[in-house]
């Protein structure tokens, strides 16, 4: 069984498109990220999914049951991206809230491990008025696991946080990971994506243009890789291009040198043990595109290939 399963997902608002046939399918146990630049439509499907906004067309499964039921929401937690409690209300106020929102209690014991999870421990009894920015996200994050979710939400949860909280907040999610449970993010911070996703989708204009593996999306398909050589013999190189006939060769001023090919990640075994028997020295092996941001802005088109 999926955690998520949409066909067809679309919002309509007075015309405009702000999810136009969204199809996707997330595994079980799984961190996903759903990317895109503003205005894609990522929160519009976070909220379809979670029951605050209603599609125009198209169909969704949770947890297995219709997105439309009641019953998949209680397995449910949800973190958006903007949020305010009340100002009066202690941080155990807060949790308490939500767990009878829930109708699941929740003890005094569960509420301070939830605090202590998300850094918040012995802060439990002051109000949400002296929070900073950072705390209030670590409140909200603490509040989305409330009644022990099979499935999280989180909008842009490292948004508000320094380094030291992001990396909090990436352990935290590999945590619920290890426990079987999923997590589904929507954040713009590619490199937090990046360090802790298995799948991702990016979407743009409504519309999916890539769900698969964050390393197929990194790494996958055909690409230019430029590996940095050593001194070579004459004719070393010889009779390479019958096999990588996108193979070029530039030498430096010291004798060593840059390849350049375009190639399938799978591929470069069989060439870096090809030049190793030639009497070649491998240095350095690299794509033209070593991260996720680098691969976001080639698929929309925000930066020119090299």
């Known amino acids: ?3 998520i399963q949409t066909l067809g997902l679309t919002k309509r608002y007075r015309g405009r498109l702000a999810c136009d046939g969204i ?22 499907l976070v909220k379809m999914l979670v029951g605050l906004v209603n599609p125009s067309a198209g169909s969704a499964r949770v947890l297995g049951f219709s997105f439309r039921e009641l019953e998949p929401r209680r397995h449910v937690g949800y973190l958006p991206e903007l949020f305010r409690y009340q100002p ?18 929740l003890s005094d014991e569960a509420r301070e491990a939830l605090l202590a999870r998300v850094g918040l421990e012995g802060r439990g009894r002051e109000r949400v008025k002296g929070f900073s920015k950072g705390m209030q996200q670590r409140l909200g994050l603490a509040a989305a696991l409330v009644g022990d979710p ?5 909008d842009e949860p490292t948004s508000a946080l320094d380094p030291i909280g992001r990396y909090e907040v990436s352990r935290l ?22 360090k802790v996703c298995d799948g991702v989708a990016l979407i743009d204009g409504g519309q999916v243009l890539y769900q698969g593996s964050l390393d197929e999306a990194i790494y996958g398909g055909v690409r230019q ?9 004459p004719n070393a190189l010889d009779g390479l291009n019958a096999d990588w006939p996108s193979l070029v060769v530039q030498w430096g001023a010291r004798g060593s040198g840059d390849l350049h090919v375009n190639l399938l990640r799978d591929q470069l075994p069989k060439l870096t043990a090809a030049l190793v028997s030639r009497g070649v020295d491998v240095y350095e092996v690299e794509p033209d ?15 020119d290939a090299d």
């Not at 997330?26 to 929160?43: C, E, H, R």
């Not at 099979?150 to 989180?154: E, G, H, K, S």
């Not at 890789?225 to 013999?233: E, F, M």
């Not at 595109?289 to 930066?303: A, N, T, V």
């Open 150 to 154: 099979a499935l999280i939400f989180l």
């Open 23 to 44: 199809s996707l399918s997330v595994d079980q146990g799984a961190i996903f990220g759903l990317l895109g630049p503003n205005g894609a439509g990522k929160s519009t």
């Open 289 to 303: 595109h070593s991260s996720l941001e680098d691969w976001f802005l080639h698929r929309l088109g925000r930066k």
């Open 88 to 105: 009066w209300l202690t941080a155990e106020e807060v949790l308490s809230y939500h767990a009878g929102l829930l109708k699941k209690p």
């Open 1 to 3: 069984m999926k955690a």
């Open 225 to 233: 890789y430029r590996i940095q050589i050593g001194s070579a013999q």
């Open 173 to 194: 999610l590999r945590e619920l990971k290890a426990e079987g449970r999923t997590v589904f993010l929507n954040s713009h911070l590619l490199s937090d994506v990046e």
